[in-house]
């Protein structure tokens, strides 16, 4: 509570409207910024054109971190996909607190020790995994990140979803009908009930369905 009451000393609350830039790839990394409400896409662009996205955040998670203790540019660019309310903390401010104030950059580091971790098992399924088992390694993350809930919503279109692990909204669709199929979960719109966790889980790993 103490460290949450501190960073609200400098805190900025912004407003956007869906599909508005929050930052751009190259721009200077001028602060942290955290979702308080809506969802946002943090994604890159390639030469032609072609979206990829990296990450899908909503309430509570950081973005735009490493730039601020590199003292560089965005590697990536931020929008949101909803009308959002997103919390910033100016870079010269954050880190004269985190200075001051060890727990909170221990926090700091922890946060982002574990998203490298999602990072990596994101790259390793984009590169080496079949694309059930790239869904099915999704639903449990959105699974984990609901403290395990076996009752999970989409947090986005089936669109942006293919997008996200590498795939087309229609392979979507048709993989969602076949594990629901072989009784692992139930497809309501876009509630996903999960069945049969331990099938899935090796689903996630084997890519066989």
Do not use: W
Request: no cysteine.
């Amino acid at each position: 509570m103490d460290q949450l009451k501190t960073l609200s000393h400098i805190a900025v609350r912004m407003a956007f409207n869906r599909g508005e830039m929050i930052f751009q790839e190259g721009d200077k990394g001028n602060g942290i910024y955290i979702v308080e409400t809506g969802k946002i896409k943090v994604f890159k662009l390639s030469l032609d054109g072609k979206e990829q996205i990296l990450h899908i955040y909503g309430p509570g998670h950081t973005f735009g971190e490493v730039p601020v203790f590199q003292g560089k540019s965005f590697p990536a660019s931020a929008m949101t996909l909803e009308p959002a309310g997103i919390i910033f903390l100016p870079r010269d401010r954050f880190v004269e607190l985190i200075t001051s104030a060890p727990a909170l950059a221990m926090n700091m580091l922890a946060d982002l020790s574990s998203r490298l971790r999602g990072f990596t098992v994101q790259i390793e399924a984009l590169s080496l995994k079949e694309v059930p088992a790239r869904l099915a390694a999704y639903i449990l993350t959105l699974s984990k990140e609901n403290e395990n809930a076996l009752q999970i919503s989409l947090p986005t279109s089936k669109a942006q979803l293919s997008n996200l692990i590498g795939t087309t909204p229609e392979t979507i669709s048709r993989m969602l009908k076949k594990m629901g199929d072989a009784g692992l979960i139930q497809v309501q719109t876009r509630t996903i009930e999960i069945l049969d966790k331990e099938g899935l889980e090796d689903l996630s790993e084997s890519g066989r369905l």
